[in-house]
């Protein structure tokens, strides 16, 4: 088999000379792509004011168009999507079912509802389309606009669609993108890029993305590209440290909005133990939140806190819960969860090790890498409860739900409760010590475009705001009016 060639793909430009060799992360692909240092120059827009055919468009154009690729991004018909798809089987952390169906519901992003949802929610139709207006108390009347700008984008690789939620971002703020493709994913940005340039390769919106893929942490090429001349906003997904690695070309005129790597918790109350039906209800929910994308995401649970009690009924009813979640896990559709694909042999070691200390822990399952349900006997997280991965999480027995505060931190991103009426106890709280999105339990996956992200606005991030001032001395008191003392 030839190595596959992943293009460059510069604003409407398929590219695929200069190529070179390189490694999909995990070792199982070697693909050409062309070597990015020889188009450097080509790569940033250049003078901003390029940006100006973007504003010919109207929000309805944008969602047209929208509309318009999902129609061509339908997994069936786009052989360039069903050629990303098969490749990623190879590079992606997730088996091929998952991939499979995360391709094939890509076009579902693109609905014309949902886009104007979105942009109503973060940003504002109104200021994205013109100059809001306000009279302020001292006279002033004020004008706010919300523009695009040349942007940057390193996107993660677990999850496929966060490269179309990228694209659709992009457009929906008139901006221009440079999308750095990741190794665990370098081809599907690259299909939806040649998607639009089929459809329409003359449509600003297709002339204003590009994507490219380099090695991260090449200096010399990352020097001469992340500067303000080329860039006004640097858009990362990332670990601790291509994240530390970024903010050393962050300078006055360059913005870094930072989507770093989170974990992710569950809280289960007591009335979970009320019946048979909530235990299992509460079962297929916390499965589902665990084993989404096999764990791979930073919204999935990892350490639950589940009111059980701590006395000897209390762990009874731990472990039986505990083995209704496994089982449950076992049954979720394999387009959500599967068999990891690579058991992590460390955490293997960890979890194998547990079953030796049956009066801390009871393990359920994990002896053929298809995950397991580690059950803490007392309430106290494992020690390795940050390497929790592969569909393996941790049931910590608390008596009171004020014991989970202190597990919470800066570094907690989902917290998904069961059952809803503990909500309210929670909400106000559980922020303070650090949580950022707060779900109702199975739905951790769910990601909402019209929701902020990791404790911020991305989208209000990733727009410039402009205000224009109005005033005169009959209207707003003048500062050279002012009197002498």
């Not at 990303?84 to 509802?113: D, F, H, K, W």
Request: net charge negative; charged share 20%; with cysteine.
């Amino acid at each position: 088999m030839t190595n596959p060639i992943a293009p460059l793909v510069i604003r409407g430009e398929v590219i695929t000379d200069h190529l070179i060799e390189v490694g999909g992360r995990g070792g199982d692909l070697t693909f050409l792509t062309p070597d990015a240092h020889r188009y450097i120059d080509r790569l940033p827009l250049g003078n901003p004011a390029k940006l100006a055919d973007l504003y010919s468009l109207s929000f309805e154009d944008i969602l047209d168009y929208c509309v318009a690729l999902g129609e061509r991004l339908d997994f069936a018909s786009n052989r360039y999507l069903q050629e990303a798809c098969e490749l990623s089987y190879l590079t992606a952390p997730t088996t091929p079912s998952i991939v499979r169906g995360s391709y094939m519901g890509l076009r579902n992003l693109l609905t014309r509802e949902s886009i104007h949802e979105m942009a109503e929610a973060t940003v504002g139709v109104n200021y994205l389309e013109g100059w809001v207006k306000q009279r302020l108390l001292d006279g002033t009347e004020l004008e706010v606009r919300c523009f695009g700008a040349r942007t940057l984008h390193i996107v993660a690789g677990n999850a496929v669609a966060l490269s179309l939620w990228t694209i659709i971002r992009n457009m929906v703020l008139r901006s221009d993108a440079i999308i750095k493709a990741p190794s665990n994913d370098p081809f599907t940005a690259l299909a939806i890029a040649r998607t639009m340039i089929d459809m329409e390769p003359d449509h600003p919106l297709t002339l204003h993305l590009t994507v490219a893929y380099w090695k991260g942490g090449d200096e010399d090429f990352e020097q001469r590209l992340y500067q303000p001349q080329n860039l006004e906003k640097i858009v990362a997904w990332g670990g601790f440290a291509s994240m530390k690695h970024v903010t050393r070309y962050i300078q006055p005129g360059l913005e870094l909005i930072s989507l770093d790597p989170k974990r992710s918790a569950s809280i289960i109350g007591q009335d979970t133990f009320a019946s048979e039906a909530s235990m299992r209800e509460a079962a297929v929910r916390l499965a589902s939140d665990i084993g989404a994308i096999n764990q791979k995401g930073c919204v999935c649970a990892r350490t639950v806190y589940v009111q059980s009690g701590t006395d000897e009924a209390g762990l009874e009813r731990l472990n039986t819960f505990g083995s209704y979640v496994y089982d449950a896990m076992l049954k979720l559709p394999n387009t959500l969860s599967t068999h990891p694909k690579r058991y992590d042999q460390g955490l293997k070691a960890h979890v194998d090790a547990l079953r030796l200390d049956d009066e801390w822990y009871r393990v359920i399952g994990g002896k053929d890498g298809e995950g397991a349900i580690i059950c803490s006997q007392i309430p106290e997280p494992v020690s390795f409860s940050t390497l929790l991965d592969d569909r393996t999480a941790n049931l910590v027995p608390v008596d009171e739900l004020d014991e989970v505060m202190g597990a919470v931190d800066a570094y907690t991103q989902t917290v998904g409760i069961y059952p809803e009426s503990i909500k309210d106890q929670l909400k106000d709280v559980l922020p303070l010590y650090g949580a950022q999105r707060i779900v109702s339990l199975g739905y951790a996956a769910a990601m909402k475009f019209a929701a902020p992200q990791d404790s911020i606005e991305p989208m209000r991030r990733m727009g410039k705001w402009i205000s224009n001032q109005i005033a005169a001395p009959e209207t707003t008191p003048a500062p050279w009016l002012r009197p002498s003392i």
